[in-house]
């Protein structure tokens, strides 16, 4: 690396600034200039390669591009097969890189590109999985594959634990790992029939019936435009809300129900997206 500095006009100026010269990764030992290139993300790490013959072995260690993979993609199904053994993390990068812009344009088109390439199986869990554990994914294509997959809907909502948590809080978080459909339809109705089933799985002692956290999240959800929505003037009161839902979900307190109009009042639309 060669000097970096500024020099400043006025040796009482506050705001000037001097910067010491930075050691070239060739005067490092490799271990530490390993540790340096670390902190670089993909596009620079193949930048850095571009400097000389040094750097270009150095930006190319295996370890480095392991730790990009794994911090993009936590769950991959190469990581547990002998892809790993026969190529590079950065052939493995690359391939993932291009699987996520193909993913973009046509989400099946993306995970069959990944599954040629011996990098993902081809199995509701494993691709469940995959997605669980990324947030590279488009999140509008993300929507789209999971409205044709069911299969793997179900699977990923199978690694979703609600244990101990409040519905609202539950229903948003659902919501943060797979898109909300931005009209009502038969795919919000699939979507919040599996998270109900998943909450009453993970929460026994609630007592809860599926049908009674059904009409509950539906609920959240009307309230959630209702109260966020500058289209809408006269906004839906708490009492209006708890007498709204006394009658279909009888052994509920009022109490309960007014927490959760407290809850979507202050934190918000439980699904952003669907607005």
């Not at 011996?118 to 789209?144: E, Y």
């Not at 229903?171 to 038969?186: C, D, K, M, T, V």
Request: hydrophobic share 40%; aromatic share 10%; net charge negative.
């Amino acid at each position: 690396m060669g000097q970096t500095s500024c020099n400043n006009h006025r040796s009482d100026n506050p705001t000037s600034c001097k910067f010491e010269s930075l050691p070239d990764l060739a005067n490092l030992p490799p271990e530490l200039a390993v540790q340096v290139l670390s902190h670089l993300d993909a596009t620079d790490l193949c930048l850095a390669a571009c400097v000389n013959e040094l750097w270009s072995d150095l930006a190319n260690v295996d370890q480095l591009w392991k730790g990009l993979c794994q911090n993009r993609w936590g769950d991959v199904s190469s990581y547990q097969t002998a892809f790993s053994l026969c190529r590079s993390y950065k052939t493995l990068y690359m391939i993932l890189d291009n699987g996520m812009l193909t993913f973009a344009a046509n989400p099946h088109e993306g995970i069959a590109y990944l599954v040629s390439k011996g990098v993902l199986t081809n199995s509701p869990r494993c691709v469940a999985m995959f997605i669980h554990n990324t947030d590279a994914l488009d999140w509008h294509s993300l929507g789209v594959f999971l409205r044709d997959r069911i299969d793997v809907l179900e699977a990923l909502v199978s690694l979703q634990d609600y244990s101990g948590k409040f519905l609202p809080d539950a229903l948003r978080e659902f919501f943060s790992h797979i898109p909300a459909p931005r009209e009502r339809g038969q795919f919000l109705e699939t979507l919040l029939d599996r998270f109900s089933k998943r909450y009453v799985e993970t929460n026994p002692q609630a007592g809860l019936l599926k049908d009674t956290v059904y009409v509950i999240c539906y609920s959240l959800i009307l309230l959630s435009v209702d109260l966020t929505s500058p289209h809408v003037k006269n906004k839906m009161s708490k009492r209006e809300f708890i007498r709204n839902l006394r009658r279909a979900t009888p052994g509920l307190s009022d109490d309960l129900l007014g927490h959760m109009y407290d809850n979507i009042y202050i934190s918000g639309h439980v699904a952003t997206e669907y607005r």
